[in-house]
């Protein structure tokens, strides 16, 4: 069963931008950290943003402030804003929400199936 639905990839130009959005689908999610990685065919997952239940951020050095991590709790989702996209850029990004079902009270740490980014020179 899918947890999280992640949105917001495709193909873009050089400079382009896109928007990618992570929400949960549990039905009574609190979410504590929301992160989104990426990750190139044979190559390691390396982080890319991470923003904290104090709203706190952290990014990946490679980024020169190009991107923005933002959390919507109403809506359990989680963004990442990508502005001045390069090449570089291409990979698979993936989502992971780690957080606390009320309900079943139980914490869970879920990651999404990947949304493709291309970005064409």
């Known amino acids: 069963q899918v947890q999280l639905v992640e949105s917001g990839g495709g193909s873009v130009a050089a400079g382009g931008s896109l928007r990618l959005a992570c929400q949960s689908s549990?039905?009574?999610?609190?979410?504590?950290?929301g992160t989104w990685h990426r990750q190139a065919p044979g190559k390691r997952r390396e982080l890319v943003a991470r923003?904290?239940?104090?709203?706190?951020?952290d990014y990946g050095d490679f980024l020169e402030g190009r991107f923005t991590i933002s959390r919507d709790d109403t809506k359990k989702t989680v963004f990442l804003q990508m502005n001045d996209l390069k090449p570089e850029d291409t990979f698979v990004y993936y989502c992971?929400?780690?957080?606390?079902?009320?309900?079943?009270?139980?914490?869970?740490?879920?990651w999404g199936q990947g949304v493709q980014v291309t970005v064409s020179s």
């Open positions: 549990r039905t009574n999610f609190r979410i504590r950290d």
């Open positions: 992971n929400l780690d957080g606390f079902d009320t309900y079943y009270a139980e914490f869970y740490d879920d």
């Open positions: 923003i904290m239940i104090d709203g706190s951020t």
